[in-house]
């Protein structure tokens, strides 16, 4: 049902799939921010979980602003915030045309022309096939017989197989040499997967978080457990490298109309090698994230009201052109076609604007943040994610750890 809202009320949904930790968090900060001053007006904001019904495309839509981490698997509410976009214009954080319509094979095509170093990346035909009466006629036809040696041959050993639209991991296997190239590819079933180059001996691997025009750079440790992936490391890469992988981020975000999502890359001294930056829908929980958690909901918060309280509009259209226009200029350096990208992100986000409306409107937010993760309400939050998350022989254990991480964090902030 719909109600009646004043002109001032803002509403921030969040379509959710099995999280609990850090929509608590948002819910809770939200809560102590209170109304938002912005432009001599105050703008209360509430939040909302959004669940799944039936529902008429002319329905109305009660939320100003609507925060996905579901509709890229689940695509009931993906339809629902298609038609949310189009006919209420309501605002999402991520694009839900281009994620469905531009994954991670897409991602790696745009990437490449716009002159990032990407690894080299095949794509090869589907082992078994997906079930479809025609499929048998068109294959028989026209699918040319392939060396899948030959095509391996081409990309270099070590490489990685992996689907070519990604998924948690999903199907990824490390081929060193031609019986576990076979292997992999005859366990791909109906998965369509890329080959892609493996990088040896890169110094180090960055994995970045960009929501809005705000990105955190964190040194990832993919082979661990995902408690330990992210290492609290601060001014771990090269300066350049370090700009290098924040203007990729946003060039990805900007370009694909995607404000909440996060990048993978290989560096080597300076040489940036991005290799996944396809994740609009990031995890960010607590027993993920740890000690830069603060800075991920800070920043979701941040990111939200200020779309929410100025009536950003949402855009479903892309502008690739004026990316395009910069990638193919011959007078370009590399180093110009960084800024080039960099000021089109900043056009894109409003960066100045929102800058302005952090240091004024939502000046408070930070301390409210710091002094909640400080206090007996987050380690109760914690304690709640740990005893849901781990057997109860690790409770002490991870207890243990997540406080060590967050007290880190609080000593460094204050």
């Given at each position: 049902m719909t109600t009646?809202?004043?002109?001032?009320?803002?509403?921030?949904?969040?379509?959710?799939?099995?999280?609990?930790?850090?929509?608590?968090?948002?819910?809770?900060?939200?809560?102590?921010?209170?109304?938002?001053?912005?432009a001599g007006r105050q703008y209360p904001i509430t939040t909302e979980r959004v669940?799944?019904?039936?529902?008429?495309?002319r329905d109305p839509v009660r939320h100003d602003v609507v925060i996905d981490r579901l509709a890229w698997w689940y695509y009931h509410p993906r339809e629902w915030l298609k038609k949310a976009a189009l006919i209420n214009d309501t605002y999402l954080l991520n694009n839900p045309f281009t994620f469905q319509a531009m994954e991670k094979h897409?991602?790696?095509?745009?990437?490449?022309?716009?002159?990032?170093?990407i690894p080299t990346t095949v794509l090869v035909p589907y082992k078994n096939p997906i079930d479809h009466e025609k499929w048998a006629y068109t294959a028989g036809t026209y699918n040319l017989p392939f060396d899948l040696d030959e095509v391996a041959g081409r990309v270099g050993y070590p490489m990685f197989m992996k689907p070519f639209d990604g998924g948690a991991w999903r199907g990824v296997s490390k081929i060193d040499d031609p019986d576990a190239l076979h292997k992999a590819y005859n366990e791909s079933g109906e998965m369509l997967m890329h080959l892609q180059a493996a990088v040896d001996n890169f110094d180090s691997f960055?994995?970045?978080?960009?929501?809005?025009?705000?990105?955190?750079?964190?040194?990832?440790?993919?082979?661990?457990?995902?408690?330990d992936r992210y290492e609290v490391a601060h001014d771990f890469l090269p300066p350049s490298a370090g700009a290098e992988i924040e203007t990729l981020?946003?060039?990805?975000?900007?370009?694909?109309?995607?404000?909440?999502?996060?990048?993978?890359?290989?560096?080597?001294?300076?040489?940036?090698?991005?290799?996944?930056?396809?994740?609009?829908?990031?995890?960010?929980?607590?027993?993920?994230?740890?000690?830069?958690?603060?800075?991920?909901?800070?920043?979701?918060i941040s990111w939200s009201i200020f779309c929410a309280v100025t009536g950003r509009k949402t855009k479903i259209d892309t502008s690739s052109r004026e990316w395009f226009d910069i990638a193919d200029n011959p007078d370009f350096s590399w180093n110009d076609k960084l800024a080039g990208y960099a000021g089109l992100a900043d056009e894109y986000f409003q960066t100045q604007a929102y800058e302005e409306f952090c240091a004024t409107s939502l000046a408070s937010l930070p301390a409210i943040v710091l002094d909640w993760v400080d206090s007996p309400a987050f380690d109760d939050l914690l304690v709640r994610t740990v005893t849901t998350t781990y057997p109860a022989s690790e409770h002490d254990r991870f207890l243990g750890h997540f406080r060590g991480l967050m007290a880190m964090y609080v000593a460094d902030q204050r």
């Open positions: 009646a809202r004043d002109d001032t009320s803002r509403l921030i949904g969040l379509l959710l799939g099995t999280e609990s930790d850090w929509p608590t968090a948002f819910e809770s900060l939200v809560g102590k921010l209170g109304p938002v001053p912005h669940t799944i019904e039936p529902f008429d495309l897409s991602a790696y095509c745009a990437m490449i022309r716009l002159g990032f170093d960055a994995r970045s978080l960009t929501i809005g025009p705000r990105t955190q750079v964190m040194k990832f440790r993919p082979e661990l457990p995902m408690h981020s946003r060039t990805i975000n900007a370009f694909f109309r995607w404000e909440f999502n996060s990048c993978e890359a290989l560096v080597t001294g300076t040489r940036v090698q991005p290799i996944d930056y396809a994740n609009a829908c990031p995890d960010i929980s607590i027993t993920s994230l740890h000690y830069y958690f603060p800075w991920a909901i800070t920043q979701l």
